[in-house]
């Protein structure tokens, strides 16, 4: 089968090939995948990942097969992923912080085989590729009548925004929010903010033809981070800093301006990735009048809680999925894709396959 591969360089390959799914797993059929960062920054570096390894994460599909014990999915069954392969027994999945799972993090497998050699899964579930396996908790079902395509953004960018605004920041009415950076994570903290009652959203970003899709995803004031001054701007527009800053860029010196930009009591929650061992600085006095800076981790998400209730706000017309893809992709367009991503030029592309 065919598919997005990286082993030093990104290439399209027609010997691709996926094991049966074990007792616990599934094997879908991908129709729709969502382009993000995290693959980019596996092609650039930024995230150290061993090849050959099959790119993708962010996807919806058809459930083809199940294993012997698989118990809430269906053969035919459309479903998005999520990237956390949990294991839901222990004192994190149990108290309802599955994103602490120990056995969620840096774990690796191979269940690809290219030309005869065994090839990584990458974020445990490898997207840009015709068919995939993964475990049954982390193919979430949902209605037929979603379409696959704006589904497939569910997984990543709409889980990781909408997550930090609700689950981690939980923004509560009349508070105000400045967020940098607005790809496919920032619109998404953008919309989660003005759903959960957020009066001043700042949208901040280099490219200041981002002000319309801003907007749309309900941003109140928009700054151009290429004139300078932000921090300035943001406190002028939030009478002297804002409650929440969200970091989608993965930039210190973008980390830095969010912290910079709080008011009293205010939080700077990091969304975006920068490399690994990049550090970031703040003014220690600045921090006294009971400010904090969060991590977050995939939305701190509860997958099969928060993804049937991302779908459900959707069909309900509150929170907008379709919106969110800029461009759609062929497989065989996938670097053309990744030129478009690198360059500002999406909020979100979509492979179809």
Same mark, same amino acid.
């Not at 082993?7 to 007792?23: A, C």
């Not at 959960?196 to 907007?215: C, Q, Y």
């Given at each position: ?7 030093? @360089? ?14 616990? &797993?599934?094997?879908?059929?991908? +129709?729709?995948?969502g ?18 390894v ?15 014990q698989?118990? =809430? ?9 999520s990237?956390?392969?949990?294991? #839901?027994?222990?004192?994190a %999945?149990?108290?309802?912080h599955?994103?602490? %799972?120990?056995?969620?993090?840096? @774990? ?22 015709? !068919?995939?396996?993964?475990?049954? !908790? ?17 997984? %990543? ?13 939980k ?21 989660a903010?003005?759903?959960a009652?957020?009066?001043k959203?700042?949208?901040i970003?280099m490219?200041?033809?981002? &002000? ?10 928009? *700054? ?9 701007? *943001? ?11 969200f970091? %989608? ?6 980390? +830095?301006?969010?912290?910079?930009a709080?008011?009293? #009591? ?14 970031a ?15 977050? !981790?995939?939305?701190?998400? !509860? ?7 991302? *779908?459900?706000l959707?069909k309900?017309? +509150?929170? @907008? ?6 461009? =759609? ?14 360059? #500002? ?8 396959l």
């Amino acid at each position: 089968m065919r598919g997005v591969l990286f082993n030093g @360089k990104v290439e399209i390959s027609d010997n691709i090939e996926v094991r049966d799914p074990r007792p616990n &797993e599934v094997t879908v059929r991908i +129709r729709a995948a969502g382009l993000c960062h995290s693959d980019l920054s596996v092609v650039n570096g930024t995230i150290p990942f061993p090849p050959p390894v099959v790119l993708g994460h962010e996807a919806a599909g058809v459930v083809e097969a199940i294993g012997d014990q698989v118990t =809430t999915l269906e053969p035919g069954d459309h479903v998005v992923f999520s990237t956390l392969s949990n294991c #839901g027994l222990c004192a994190a %999945c149990e108290s309802g912080h599955p994103t602490m %799972c120990s056995k969620s993090i840096g @774990k690796l497998s191979k269940p690809f085989t290219v030309n005869g050699e065994k090839a990584f899964s990458f974020a445990n579930v490898s997207a840009f590729v015709e !068919r995939t396996v993964v475990l049954e !908790r982390q193919a979430v079902k949902i209605p037929d009548d979603v379409p696959l395509e704006s589904a497939a953004l569910v997984g %990543c960018a709409v889980m990781t925004g909408v997550g930090a605004v609700l689950n981690r920041a939980k923004v509560s009415y009349g508070e105000s929010v400045a967020v940098f950076g607005m790809g496919g994570i920032g619109l998404n903290v953008i919309q989660a903010s003005v759903l959960a009652g957020a009066t001043k959203v700042i949208a901040i970003d280099m490219l200041p033809a981002k &002000e319309a899709v801003a907007r749309q995803f309900g941003a109140t004031e928009f *700054i151009d981070a290429s004139q300078g001054e932000v921090v300035d701007q *943001i406190k002028a527009l939030s009478s002297g800093g804002v409650d929440y800053a969200f970091e %989608c860029v993965g930039h210190p010196a973008v980390i +830095r301006q969010s912290i910079d930009a709080l008011g009293k #009591g205010g939080n700077a929650v990091i969304l975006g990735v920068p490399k690994a061992d990049a550090e970031a600085s703040f003014l220690v006095s600045g921090m006294y009048m009971d400010k904090g800076i969060l991590g977050c !981790r995939y939305g701190s998400a !509860r997958p099969r809680h928060d993804i049937p209730m991302v *779908i459900d706000l959707y069909k309900a017309g +509150r929170l @907008k999925l379709d919106e969110l893809i800029t461009r =759609t992709y062929e497989l065989d367009q996938f670097e053309q894709a990744l030129q478009d991503l690198e360059a #500002g030029e999406l909020a979100r592309g979509v492979v179809t396959l």
